[in-house]
């Protein structure tokens, strides 16, 4: 029960983090009405919080480094908390972006840290479990969050989609006071304020800019140029990194190959996938005619599966390894999105739900293999970078993802001369399916070994030609 205890004390906080994204888009229409805005104002809102993780996810390792991971995740969980009573009382468009902003500022470090302590205080052979029980109280947020947001807002009011968080957090704190050992003050080195303003522009510049275009409450050329300019601020870090004792993000961790391959097939991984929950609901409701609420009944299937997944993953991996695991998850998670793209409005709901079900399954047998795989061989040193970099690049391959899907499906549609429907999306899934089976190249650079320590598996040797 030891191992568990760990991993289940920081899936409180991105419990946390994951049920108040999903629960606040089935209140935006409500908080609009009474804030007096529109619904896609509220866009801004989600904006800022991505903003806010993007500007500060990069000085978590710092943080943590300087004063302690604990401490500076308890902090965190405050902040987060004190950014949800901002919002429950917020009465205008300004206040309620602000107070999504605080909010960020507490997530930006809840997450990376969650990574940081778990990896430093378990023992590579007990990464997989520890993994699992971080992800699976975690997974019930999404799978959580918008029939509670829908209660609360119906029955009571859409503040209280902030108010529930307030006990949540004050959990998380005990818990962590109680239980969680002090992972020391590793290094008590000063800040990088330039690398610090150099990585807030590029990433904040880049998640903020793809959000834009993918979702245009600004007018998009608005959001390739703040994107352009994030990436701008990206190559002069690289070069800037390079001339530096410490900088505040360490890149010589990409001088690790396992960390490396890991973190470049999942980036391209998350960006075929990170346009799926955006474009297979609006498949459903504006392709086939469901409700929001018929919808979201047939896509929380697959939270079902993910969660499943991880009661296996163990004897899996033992059994066939790392790499095997990784390439047969891609694969299936490529044939699972073709099978999406064939879906129609006669499709029964039992076939679709069953297809979630294993694209859950899959999805979910992928990320927690690869997030095991990636701090196998990572030093001490680097570990702070490690789990920052890793983080940030989850943010951006999502971001990507969904601005991808979204200018396929205008440019598809713009090109055949016609509104979109069920054919453009059908199309766009193909060319997911595309992108994701592109996540196999990284991994074919992998050992078939690669990992046996920590997962236990043995090759079997080849038996000798007589």
Known sequence: ????????ILAVALFMEMMDSTVIATSLPAIAADIGTEPISLKLAL????????????????????????NVFRGAIVVFMLGSIACAFADSLLTFVLARFVQGVGGSMMTPLSRLILIRNTPKKELINAWAWLTVPALFGP??????????????????????????GIIGIILASKYLSGTGYREKRKLDWVG????????????????????PALPPIFGVSVAAAGFIC?????????????????LRVFEEPIFKTATYAGFVFRVAIGGVPFLFPLMLQIGFGYSPFEAGMITFIGAVGAISMKFFLKPALKRFGFRSLLILGVCVSALLTVGQGNFSAQTPIWVMMALLLFM?????????????????????????????????????????GVAITALLLEGIAFARGVEVGVAEMQIVFFILAGITVLSLLPLFALS???GDDVSGHVAKAQTPIP
């Open 1 to 8: 029960m030891s191992n568990r205890i760990t991993p289940l």
């Open 47 to 70: 904006a800022s919080y991505l903003v806010a993780l993007a500007i500060f996810i990069p000085i978590s390792g710092w943080m943590a480094d300087r004063f302690g991971a604990r």
């Open 143 to 168: 799978l959580a969050g918008p029939p509670v947001g829908g209660f609360l807002t119906t029955y009571f009011s859409w503040h209280w989609i902030f108010y529930i968080n307030i006990p949540i």
């Open 196 to 215: 610090f303003l150099l990585c807030g522009s590029s990433f904040s510049g880049l998640i903020f800019g793809l959000s834009v275009i993918s979702l």
């Open 234 to 250: 990206g190559i002069i870090y690289v070069f800037y990194a390079k001339r530096v004792e410490n900088p505040v993000l360490d």
């Open 360 to 400: 859950g399954f899959f999805r979910s047998m992928y990320f927690t293999s690869l997030n095991t795989l990636t701090f196998t061989q990572t030093t001490p040193a680097h570990t702070a970078s490690a789990t920052v970099i890793s983080s940030v690049s989850i943010q951006l391959a999502f971001a990507l």
């Open 448 to 450: 078939k070994q690669v």
